[in-house]
């Protein structure tokens, strides 16, 4: 089965950190690029990290560079989330993604989400 499983969400004070595992099964990770996203209430679902496959270059929103950062094992079939400094505004529901290209098209497979609440 193809799944994606994220873990490591929870609640956490202003200036915490939280890092977020998203484990693949099913498939290998290795030539995908490995994104994770966000959505708040009444907010569109946004872009908050990219790592690419094989050779692992990043890019990361601009309202998270300098207190996020995203990695990936491949030999773990995970990628990881490390969030610090966390501020209210990354309340969210964080999701998983992997994408590649095919012969067919572009593959792409989502988690389920783990919710991440900053509050005091």
């Known amino acids: 089965q193809t799944q994606l499983v994220e873990s490591g969400g929870g609640l956490v004070q202003p200036g915490g950190s939280l890092r977020l595992s998203c484990e693949a099964s099913?498939?290998?990770?290795?030539?995908?690029?490995m994104m994770w996203y966000r959505q708040a209430p009444g907010k569109e679902r946004e872009l908050v990290a990219r790592?690419?496959?094989?050779?692992?270059?990043?890019t990361l929103a601009d309202s998270v560079k300098g207190r996020f950062t995203i990695t990936r094992e491949d030999a773990k079939n995970t990628v990881y989330l490390q969030m610090n400094s966390l501020k209210p505004e990354d309340t969210a529901v964080y999701y998983c993604?992997?994408?590649?290209?095919?012969?067919?098209?572009?593959?792409?497979?989502w988690g389920q989400g783990s919710q991440v609440t900053v509050s005091s």
């Open positions: 790592i690419a496959a094989e050779g692992g270059s990043t």
């Open positions: 099913g498939f290998s990770i290795r030539y995908y690029a």
């Open positions: 993604n992997a994408q590649a290209r095919a012969a067919t098209g572009v593959v792409n497979y």
